[in-house]
């Protein structure tokens, strides 16, 4: 059975840092792996994704700020998030997306206080 679980959320002060971990278990993921949020009364949305070879890329409003990285030997994926907003808080998800629907984690709340 294919899992993914998130963990490494929490409250964090307007610019500190949090580091998100996600555990894959069920098979090697080789592919396109990613984060997702999804904020309170918004739509979910794209945070980052890391191919299989390492090529990254970032949502607009986390650019510079927000780092994606994987270990593929451990079938591990994190996100490191630096100089957090207020609007950064949401649930996270750990997210394999392609070929959709994909397979998702349960999420992890993030808090950002101002």
């Known amino acids: 059975q294919v899992q993914l679980v998130e963990s490494g959320g929490g409250l964090a002060q307007a610019g500190g840092s949090l580091r998100l971990s996600c555990a894959a278990s069920?098979?090697?993921?080789?592919?396109?792996m990613g984060w997702y949020r999804r904020a309170p009364g918004k739509e979910r949305e794209l945070v980052a994704l890391i191919s299989g070879s390492g090529s990254t890329n970032y949502a607009t409003p986390v650019k510079g700020r927000f780092t994606i990285s994987r270990d593929s030997a451990k079938n591990l994926v994190y996100l490191q998030m630096n100089s957090l907003k207020p609007e950064d808080t949401a649930v996270y998800y750990c997210?394999?997306?392609?070929?959709?629907?994909?397979?998702w984690g349960q999420g992890t709340q993030v808090t950002v206080s101002s």
């Open positions: 997210a394999v997306p392609f070929p959709p629907p994909g397979y």
């Open positions: 069920g098979t090697m993921f080789v592919g396109t």
